[in-house]
């Protein structure tokens, strides 16, 4: 469908004998035509960025859709503005399908008086051929984003084997190649276009945290990881975890779930070249991250092939975003195979073990810290007195009340493994 763009853009600046752009309703490249001019002033900031980016920033959007193009139904001039970094003046011709306008065609004219009437008018007839395979598309991308939906969201059984089958029938023979399963979360707004990522099949937004099997997830946070996904079964209990600035874990507990309900889980379904191509795919998954806005986080499953394990590999992407939250280090998209301990963690029931709710307490945050860093140093006092920049006899008295808070013994290493996966699943 790529190449029938191409081949529709390159008409178009043929007709006309200008350089044209084709872009989609949010202002995402389609296809452009060539551009052999060696005038440097030729082109300008927004057009280059909007090549190189194959995108423009929301400022550039807001600009041009002062002009009315919208609304429009035919040819809209748009004069340069060099402020705006507009150097070259341009002609809109708007891409409708039954009075909807799904985008645009740009053309970089400021000539006087520019094409004619009639090569307009032809070149609009062309934008209607450009507007039905962009109709066709969303259609498709409807169609996969309920099939993908179904197979995410069905019980083990019949009904998820059915959903399974009609979402092969719907992907075709590239059903059976290499795959790879992201989660985007929180995700506010609509769903991206399919080609916001490269080679994406299909793609869907879930209920808040939403877990294959009908499990749903969220979170109450405070700080920096507010608004991130949790693993939490709805009704459960869940921990309130805030961030101190120094990675100690700290907080409340409160009694019932609670997240953005005006937020979703973004679930894509990307076609791989071959397992190991994975690093395009999570670019752009980090760019999506970015257009989400402060606070999501994104995970990537252990790339598959075929979808047989389609609901694993989506709760291996969701606990790789959980990890993400936990640890940023994990980088902008966590790789379920990268996060290490928080594959098992993130399986762990939700809501803090007894064991540690005494050291969730705000006024035992120092000593919640100082566990953490304790056990994340193998519990060797010298190194840990070390990073946290204290004596080692204040320590050895952090560590005493640690024990007489929560009943555990730091010398027995069952304890300590108890107490490290608690303070752990806490970020969570």
């Known amino acids: 469908?790529?190449?029938?763009?191409?081949?529709?853009?390159?008409?178009?600046?043929?007709?006309?004998?200008?350089?044209?752009?084709?872009?989609?309703?949010?202002?995402?490249?389609?296809?452009?035509?060539?551009?052999d001019s060696e005038d440097d002033t030729a082109m300008d900031p927004v057009r280059t960025r909007s090549i190189l980016t194959r995108k423009s920033t929301p400022a550039v959007r807001a600009w041009f859709e002062g002009f009315g193009i919208t609304r429009a139904t035919e040819p809209v001039r748009i004069p340069a503005a060099p402020d705006a970094g507009?150097?070259?003046?341009?002609?809109?011709?708007?891409?409708?399908?039954?009075?909807?306008?799904?985008?645009?065609?740009?053309?970089?004219?400021?000539?006087?008086?520019?094409p004619s009437a009639s090569r307009l008018a032809a070149a609009m007839e062309v934008t209607s051929r450009i507007g039905d395979l962009l109709a066709d598309e969303v259609r498709a991308g409807a169609d996969l984003a309920r099939e993908l939906r179904a197979v995410l969201t069905a019980e083990p059984g019949w009904q998820r084997d059915m959903a399974l089958g009609a979402l092969r029938a719907a992907l075709g023979p590239s059903a059976d190649g290499p795959h790879v399963v992201l989660c985007v979360a929180p995700w506010r707004g609509e769903e991206p276009r399919v080609r916001a990522v490269p080679g994406t099949a299909a793609l869907c937004t879930l209920p808040y945290g939403a877990v294959a099997g009908g499990r749903t997830a969220s979170v109450t946070?405070?700080?920096?990881?507010?608004?991130?996904?949790?693993?939490?079964s709805a009704g459960a209990t869940t921990g309130r975890v805030s961030g101190s600035g120094n990675g100690s874990v700290s907080g409340s507990?409160?009694?019932?779930?609670?997240?953005?309900?005006?937020?979703?889980?973004?679930?894509?379904?990307?076609?791989?070249?071959?397992?190991?191509a994975l690093a395009p795919v999570l670019a752009a998954v980090a760019?999506?991250?970015?257009?989400?806005?402060?606070?999501?986080?994104?995970?990537?499953?252990?790339p598959r092939r075929g979808l047989a394990e389609l609901p694993a590999a989506w709760r291996e992407a969701v606990s790789a975003a959980r990890a993400s939250v936990a640890q940023p280090r994990f980088g902008p998209v966590a790789q379920w195979t990268s996060i290490g301990p928080y594959r098992l963690l993130?399986?762990?029931?939700?809501?803090?073990?007894?064991?540690?709710?005494?050291?969730?307490?705000?006024?035992?945050?120092?000593?919640?810290?100082?566990?953490?860093?304790?056990?994340?140093?193998a519990g060797q006092a010298g190194r840990t007195?070390?990073?946290?920049?204290?004596?080692?006899?204040?320590?050895?008295?952090?560590?005493?009340?640690?024990?007489?808070?929560?009943?555990?013994?730091?010398?027995?290493?069952?304890?300590?493994?108890?107490?490290?996966?608690?303070?752990?699943?806490?970020?969570?």
């Open 346 to 377: 993130t399986a762990l029931p939700t809501g803090p073990d007894p064991v540690i709710r005494p050291l969730l307490d705000p006024v035992h945050a120092e000593l919640a810290h100082t566990a953490e860093v304790f056990l994340d140093h």
């Open 221 to 232: 946070t405070a700080g920096p990881a507010a608004g991130r996904p949790n693993g939490s």
């Open 287 to 302: 760019r999506l991250c970015e257009d989400a806005g402060p606070g999501a986080a994104a995970g990537s499953c252990a």
């Open 385 to 428: 007195a070390s990073a946290l920049g204290i004596h080692r006899q204040t320590l050895y008295y952090r560590l005493s009340r640690i024990e007489q808070l929560t009943g555990l013994e730091l010398d027995d290493g069952e304890d300590r493994l108890l107490l490290h996966m608690a303070l752990k699943a806490t970020r969570l």
């Open 1 to 35: 469908m790529k190449d029938d763009y191409q081949e529709l853009v390159d008409e178009i600046s043929a007709l006309l004998g200008v350089p044209a752009t084709l872009e989609n309703r949010d202002f995402g490249l389609i296809a452009f035509g060539a551009h």
């Open 253 to 276: 507990v409160s009694g019932s779930v609670s997240g953005p309900g005006e937020a979703d889980t973004l679930a894509l379904l990307v076609r791989l070249r071959s397992p190991d």
């Open 86 to 114: 507009v150097f070259r003046g341009r002609i809109c011709l708007p891409v409708r399908h039954r009075g909807t306008v799904l985008g645009y065609v740009w053309l970089l004219d400021d000539s006087d008086p520019g």
